[in-house]
């Protein structure tokens, strides 16, 4: 075999491993985001056992993460072509977020908004960690709108995020940092994955769009 096809060889699989190592790494992230997904979840349903009445809830919250499960699977294997009902997902969203809004005496503000791409549970999802990124970061008030483009936003009046730090806001951390968390992650990998995006547009406004 001659040195330029031994090189040939050696690159074609110096190729393939590192192909192979990215989608591990990928999918090991993927791994974390939908265990930090699901812990919040079952924090919601450890909240309401935890109530003389919210065993109603509680169930409502395991079939919410069941059907999560099944869509962020069904997304992986690229098979979703659903849309979601967009007031549906502002109505769930609100009523998830009501007692955690109160107790920081914050208000969530919601316009109508189109539809949009993406499976039930999977709007709910991004809606949801988007506000809920904009509360754990000191917001009084929480804006959700839409522009006349189709592009979906969550503003609020908090801190906002410093330029220094936006280029890294959507990273995977193990812990907080500026307000923001695995959340955020979570947003983009569901987004992109539909071939969307979601993004910040300083100081504290985040947007997103499907296809």
């Known amino acids: 075999m001659s040195t330029a096809l031994a090189l040939a060889d050696e690159n074609v699989l110096v190729h393939e491993l590192s192909g192979l190592a990215r989608a591990y790494e990928e999918s090991q992230a993927f791994v974390s985001l939908l265990a930090h997904e ?23 919250n395991t079939r919410n993460v069941q059907d999560l499960v099944d869509n962020l699977i069904e997304l992986a294997r690229g098979r979703t072509d659903r849309v ?41 999802t991004v809606l949801r960690n988007l506000v809920v990124n904009a509360l754990e970061a ?3 008030r929480v804006e959700v709108f839409a522009r006349p483009d189709g592009t979906i936003c969550v503003s609020d009046d908090g801190p ?19 307000g923001a968390g695995l959340g955020l992650s979570l947003c983009r990998e569901i987004l992109r994955r539909r071939g969307g995006d979601v993004w910040l547009e300083l100081p504290s406004t985040f947007c997103f769009r499907v296809g």
């Open 138 to 140: 000191g917001a009084a």
């Open 160 to 178: 906002g995020v410093r330029p220094r730090d936006a280029a890294r806001i959507f990273g995977v951390y193990s812990g907080k940092f500026g």
């Open 84 to 124: 979601a009902d967009s007031d549906l997902a502002v109505g769930r969203m609100l009523a998830d977020l009501r007692e955690e809004a109160e107790r920081r005496d914050a208000e969530i503000v919601a316009g109508e908004l189109p539809s949009v791409a993406l499976p039930q549970q999977l709007l709910e």
């Open 38 to 60: 699901l812990r919040t979840r079952l924090k919601v349903t450890e909240r309401a056992l935890a109530s003389a009445d919210g065993v109603d809830v509680a169930l409502e």
